[in-house]
Protein backbone atom coordinates (compact mmCIF):
# COMPACT_ATOMS: atom_id res chain seq x y z
CA UNK A 1 0.00 0.00 0.00
CA UNK A 2 0.81 3.60 -0.70
CA UNK A 3 0.48 6.63 1.39
CA UNK A 4 1.23 10.43 0.51
CA UNK A 5 1.76 13.37 3.19
CA UNK A 6 2.01 16.78 2.79
CA UNK A 7 2.40 18.46 6.02
CA UNK A 8 1.41 22.12 5.12
CA UNK A 9 -2.31 22.43 4.90
CA UNK A 10 -1.73 26.42 3.58
CA UNK A 11 1.29 27.88 2.76
CA UNK A 12 0.94 31.78 2.62
CA UNK A 13 4.01 33.73 0.42
CA UNK A 14 4.34 37.24 -1.33
CA UNK A 15 4.71 37.42 -5.35
CA UNK A 16 8.42 36.60 -6.46
CA UNK A 17 9.00 35.02 -3.70
CA UNK A 18 10.61 31.47 -3.37
CA UNK A 19 8.04 28.50 -2.21
CA UNK A 20 8.59 24.43 -1.58
CA UNK A 21 5.51 22.46 -0.96
CA UNK A 22 6.74 19.44 0.86
CA UNK A 23 5.87 15.94 -0.35
CA UNK A 24 6.57 12.67 1.20
CA UNK A 25 5.48 9.35 0.59
CA UNK A 26 5.37 5.97 1.38
CA UNK A 27 5.35 2.61 -0.33
CA UNK A 28 6.24 -1.10 -0.71
CA UNK A 29 6.83 -0.96 -4.33
CA UNK A 30 8.21 1.52 -6.71
CA UNK A 31 6.24 4.06 -7.66
CA UNK A 32 5.86 6.98 -10.15
CA UNK A 33 5.45 10.61 -8.78
CA UNK A 34 2.91 13.13 -9.94
CA UNK A 35 2.18 16.95 -8.92
CA UNK A 36 -1.71 18.06 -9.59
CA UNK A 37 -2.83 21.45 -9.49
CA UNK A 38 -6.43 22.73 -9.04
CA UNK A 39 -7.27 25.77 -9.49
CA UNK A 40 -10.57 27.55 -8.01
CA UNK A 41 -13.57 25.36 -9.56
CA UNK A 42 -11.69 23.60 -11.87
CA UNK A 43 -10.74 19.86 -11.88
CA UNK A 44 -6.76 18.61 -10.83
CA UNK A 45 -4.51 19.25 -13.80
CA UNK A 46 -1.07 17.57 -14.16
CA UNK A 47 1.29 20.08 -13.20
CA UNK A 48 4.99 17.52 -12.98
CA UNK A 49 5.27 13.91 -12.97
CA UNK A 50 8.42 11.85 -12.08
CA UNK A 51 8.57 8.19 -14.15
CA UNK A 52 12.32 7.53 -14.35
CA UNK A 53 15.39 9.21 -15.54
CA UNK A 54 16.72 12.67 -14.30
CA UNK A 55 15.38 12.84 -10.76
CA UNK A 56 14.45 16.33 -11.72
CA UNK A 57 11.78 17.74 -13.19
CA UNK A 58 10.02 20.67 -14.67
CA UNK A 59 7.23 22.21 -16.01
CA UNK A 60 6.44 24.65 -18.40
CA UNK A 61 5.05 27.15 -15.90
CA UNK A 62 8.31 27.25 -13.73
CA UNK A 63 8.21 24.97 -11.21
CA UNK A 64 10.30 21.72 -10.31
CA UNK A 65 10.27 18.76 -8.23
CA UNK A 66 13.33 16.76 -7.16
CA UNK A 67 12.30 12.63 -6.52
CA UNK A 68 14.65 11.95 -3.21
CA UNK A 69 14.54 8.18 -2.93
CA UNK A 70 16.80 8.00 -0.31
CA UNK A 71 14.46 10.84 1.79
CA UNK A 72 11.09 9.25 -0.05
CA UNK A 73 10.30 12.89 -1.03
CA UNK A 74 8.95 14.74 -4.08
CA UNK A 75 9.04 18.32 -3.51
CA UNK A 76 7.53 20.95 -5.50
CA UNK A 77 9.64 24.44 -5.77
CA UNK A 78 9.30 27.60 -7.73
CA UNK A 79 12.00 30.50 -7.24
CA UNK A 80 9.40 33.07 -7.89
CA UNK A 81 5.68 32.68 -8.03
CA UNK A 82 3.23 34.65 -9.50
CA UNK A 83 -0.36 35.45 -7.57
CA UNK A 84 -1.73 33.11 -10.80
CA UNK A 85 0.06 30.32 -9.24
CA UNK A 86 -2.63 30.63 -6.14
CA UNK A 87 -4.44 27.55 -5.88
CA UNK A 88 -3.75 23.44 -4.50
CA UNK A 89 -1.35 21.44 -5.21
CA UNK A 90 -2.04 17.99 -4.36
CA UNK A 91 0.82 15.33 -4.33
CA UNK A 92 -0.03 11.87 -5.32
CA UNK A 93 1.63 8.38 -6.27
CA UNK A 94 0.73 5.22 -8.40
CA UNK A 95 2.23 2.16 -8.22
CA UNK A 96 4.68 0.94 -11.00
CA UNK A 97 2.97 -2.71 -10.90
CA UNK A 98 -0.07 -4.51 -9.58
CA UNK A 99 -2.47 -1.63 -10.44
CA UNK A 100 -4.53 -0.13 -13.65
CA UNK A 101 -2.74 3.77 -12.54
CA UNK A 102 -4.76 4.59 -9.89
CA UNK A 103 -3.61 7.76 -8.10
CA UNK A 104 -2.69 7.80 -3.79
CA UNK A 105 -3.17 11.38 -3.19
CA UNK A 106 -2.22 14.00 -0.45
CA UNK A 107 -3.85 15.93 1.52
CA UNK A 108 -3.18 19.15 -0.76
CA UNK A 109 -1.51 22.31 0.17
CA UNK A 110 -3.22 25.25 -0.51
CA UNK A 111 -0.45 27.92 -1.92
CA UNK A 112 -1.71 31.45 -1.47
CA UNK A 113 0.34 34.33 -3.59
CA UNK A 114 0.27 37.76 -1.64
CA UNK A 115 0.86 41.41 -3.92
CA UNK B 1 -8.46 20.99 -26.23
CA UNK B 2 -10.37 17.51 -25.25
CA UNK B 3 -11.37 17.43 -21.77
CA UNK B 4 -13.65 15.55 -19.00
CA UNK B 5 -16.91 16.65 -18.19
CA UNK B 6 -18.63 16.50 -15.35
CA UNK B 7 -22.80 16.75 -14.74
CA UNK B 8 -24.34 17.76 -12.63
CA UNK B 9 -21.93 20.52 -11.29
CA UNK B 10 -23.60 20.28 -7.80
CA UNK B 11 -26.12 17.51 -6.97
CA UNK B 12 -28.68 17.51 -3.73
CA UNK B 13 -30.28 14.86 -2.98
CA UNK B 14 -32.10 13.15 0.29
CA UNK B 15 -30.63 10.17 2.31
CA UNK B 16 -31.37 7.17 0.76
CA UNK B 17 -31.88 8.19 -2.64
CA UNK B 18 -30.14 6.95 -5.57
CA UNK B 19 -28.00 9.49 -7.36
CA UNK B 20 -26.57 8.74 -10.78
CA UNK B 21 -23.51 11.08 -11.57
CA UNK B 22 -22.01 11.63 -15.17
CA UNK B 23 -19.42 11.77 -16.67
CA UNK B 24 -18.21 12.46 -20.58
CA UNK B 25 -14.31 10.81 -20.76
CA UNK B 26 -12.30 12.00 -23.37
CA UNK B 27 -13.16 10.17 -26.46
CA UNK B 28 -9.86 8.06 -27.43
CA UNK B 29 -9.43 7.00 -23.87
CA UNK B 30 -9.36 4.07 -22.56
CA UNK B 31 -9.19 3.82 -18.67
CA UNK B 32 -11.75 5.54 -16.73
CA UNK B 33 -11.72 6.42 -12.73
CA UNK B 34 -13.47 7.85 -9.73
CA UNK B 35 -11.93 10.07 -7.04
CA UNK B 36 -13.69 11.40 -4.07
CA UNK B 37 -13.48 14.44 -2.23
CA UNK B 38 -14.71 14.77 1.33
CA UNK B 39 -14.29 18.50 2.55
CA UNK B 40 -10.87 18.95 4.32
CA UNK B 41 -9.76 15.34 3.74
CA UNK B 42 -7.94 13.66 0.83
CA UNK B 43 -8.78 12.85 -2.69
CA UNK B 44 -9.44 9.30 -2.40
CA UNK B 45 -9.90 6.48 -5.01
CA UNK B 46 -12.86 4.89 -5.38
CA UNK B 47 -12.15 2.47 -8.84
CA UNK B 48 -10.86 2.06 -11.79
CA UNK B 49 -12.55 0.88 -15.25
CA UNK B 50 -11.11 -0.37 -18.39
CA UNK B 51 -11.98 -2.69 -21.22
CA UNK B 52 -15.90 -2.24 -20.11
CA UNK B 53 -15.15 -3.94 -16.58
CA UNK B 54 -13.92 -2.79 -12.83
CA UNK B 55 -10.09 -3.37 -12.33
CA UNK B 56 -9.47 -2.26 -9.06
CA UNK B 57 -11.47 -0.91 -6.84
CA UNK B 58 -11.00 0.64 -2.85
CA UNK B 59 -12.26 -0.35 0.17
CA UNK B 60 -14.76 2.75 0.03
CA UNK B 61 -16.43 1.36 -3.39
CA UNK B 62 -19.19 -1.17 -1.67
CA UNK B 63 -22.20 -2.76 -3.10
CA UNK B 64 -23.67 0.76 -3.07
CA UNK B 65 -21.58 1.80 -5.89
CA UNK B 66 -21.69 0.72 -8.75
CA UNK B 67 -20.33 2.05 -12.35
CA UNK B 68 -20.96 1.69 -16.04
CA UNK B 69 -20.21 2.56 -19.67
CA UNK B 70 -23.63 2.46 -21.45
CA UNK B 71 -23.07 3.59 -24.22
CA UNK B 72 -19.38 3.98 -25.47
CA UNK B 73 -19.03 7.70 -24.32
CA UNK B 74 -20.38 8.00 -20.70
CA UNK B 75 -19.02 6.97 -17.86
CA UNK B 76 -21.09 6.48 -14.24
CA UNK B 77 -21.01 6.49 -10.94
CA UNK B 78 -24.29 5.11 -9.06
CA UNK B 79 -24.66 5.62 -5.61
CA UNK B 80 -27.88 2.80 -4.72
CA UNK B 81 -29.10 4.48 -1.26
CA UNK B 82 -27.30 7.69 -0.25
CA UNK B 83 -26.09 8.44 3.18
CA UNK B 84 -24.83 11.45 4.74
CA UNK B 85 -20.96 10.80 4.57
CA UNK B 86 -21.64 10.26 0.67
CA UNK B 87 -21.36 14.27 0.42
CA UNK B 88 -17.96 15.15 -1.27
CA UNK B 89 -16.89 16.11 -4.26
CA UNK B 90 -16.78 13.36 -7.24
CA UNK B 91 -13.98 13.48 -9.90
CA UNK B 92 -14.15 11.42 -13.05
CA UNK B 93 -10.84 11.21 -14.82
CA UNK B 94 -9.44 9.27 -17.94
CA UNK B 95 -6.29 8.13 -19.15
CA UNK B 96 -5.32 7.03 -22.26
CA UNK B 97 -3.10 4.03 -20.72
CA UNK B 98 -2.76 3.16 -17.06
CA UNK B 99 0.01 2.69 -15.30
CA UNK B 100 2.43 6.33 -15.79
CA UNK B 101 0.34 8.14 -17.82
CA UNK B 102 -1.04 10.79 -17.42
CA UNK B 103 -4.65 11.17 -15.64
CA UNK B 104 -7.06 13.86 -17.20
CA UNK B 105 -9.58 15.02 -14.84
CA UNK B 106 -13.18 16.60 -14.68
CA UNK B 107 -14.32 19.22 -12.95
CA UNK B 108 -16.11 17.70 -10.18
CA UNK B 109 -19.55 16.93 -9.37
CA UNK B 110 -20.48 18.12 -5.84
CA UNK B 111 -22.82 15.43 -3.81
CA UNK B 112 -24.84 16.98 -0.69
CA UNK B 113 -26.58 14.31 0.87
CA UNK B 114 -29.46 15.74 3.42
Known amino acids: AQSVTQLDSQVPVFEEAPVELRCNYS??????LFWYVQYPNQGLQLLLK??????LVESINGFEAEFNKSQTSFHLRKPSVHISDTAEYFCAVSALRGSQGNLIFGKGTKLSVKP | EPEVTQTPSHQVTQMGQEVILRCVPISNHLYFYWYRQILGQKVEFLVS????????KSEIFDDQFSVERPDGSNFTLKIRSTKLEDSAMYFCASSPQGVGNIQYFGAGTRLSVL
Open chain 1, 27 to 32: SSVSVY
Open chain 2, 49 to 56: FYNNEISE
Open chain 1, 50 to 55: YLSGST
